[in-house]
């Protein structure tokens, strides 16, 4: 079955730089959610979107940027970024209606991403 | 979103049977208690969920309560390849289908 797929897998950035991550969704599932696990951290909620809109917000920076597109993939975009940012970053997506019923999310294998 | 507390690790041995128990008292009346399994440098996977009662998949059972201010995770007979962190979340159709997670517990399965 096809899953969630994020791309790129790893990334090395310097701090100030800019990053961009990609997160696919499972077909026919229209909502995404982004998360930052930290080394050793529980994820963390940043944003999500449904039906292109975003739909909630969580701890994410003003740094950060994401948009889900029509094709309902979904980028996240970093700015100025700090060592602190090194993290998994997670996208997770669900189709709206099965979700309401079950709290299932269906997680990517994640972007590493690594400032120095 | 309801607060959980579980414990932060346990241990145990391959074949035995291992429950892990998550308190959440302030429970809302329309949340679920769903549980994920992570992996180290996975995302985390959806195992089970419930309401009320025991609620049996072919991963786990989880049992619940009737005052609804805890639930268990029972994992039958463990393997090496069950060592991850489970967490256990609050989750409620009011909520934009976010997930909060809190702190896991971190199950080491020894041989």
């Known amino acids: 079955a096809a899953g969630v797929i994020q791309s790129p897998r790893h990334l090395i950035k310097e701090k100030r730089e800019t990053a961009t991550l990609k997160c696919y969704p499972i077909p026919r599932h229209d909502t995404v959610y982004w998360y930052q696990q930290g080394p050793g951290q529980d994820p963390q909620f940043l944003i999500s979107?449904?039906?292109?809109?975003?739909?909630d917000k969580g701890s994410i920076p003003d740094r950060f940027s994401a948009q889900q597109f029509s094709d309902y993939h979904s980028e996240l975009n970093m700015s100025s970024l700090e060592l602190g940012d090194s993290a998994l970053y997670f996208c997770a997506s669900t189709q709206d209606r099965e979700n309401a019923n079950t709290g299932e999310l269906f997680f990517g294998e994640g972007s590493r991403l690594t400032v120095l | 979103l309801a607060k959980t507390t579980q414990p932060i690790s346990m241990d145990s041995y391959e074949g035995q049977e291992v429950n892990i128990t998550c308190s959440h008292n302030n429970i809302a009346t329309n949340d679920y208690i769903t549980w994920y399994q992570q992996f180290p440098s996975q995302g985390p996977r959806f195992i089970i969920q419930?309401?009320?009662t025991k609620v049996t998949n072919e991963v786990a059972s989880l049992f619940i309560p009737a005052d609804r201010k805890s639930s268990t995770l029972s994992l039958p007979r463990v393997s090496l390849s069950d060592t991850a962190v489970y967490y256990c979340l609050g989750y409620g159709s009011g909520n934009t289908g976010k997930l909060i997670f809190g702190q896991g517990t971190t199950l080491q399965v020894k041989p």
């Open positions: 979107f449904y039906e292109k809109m975003q739909s």
């Open positions: 419930g309401y009320k």
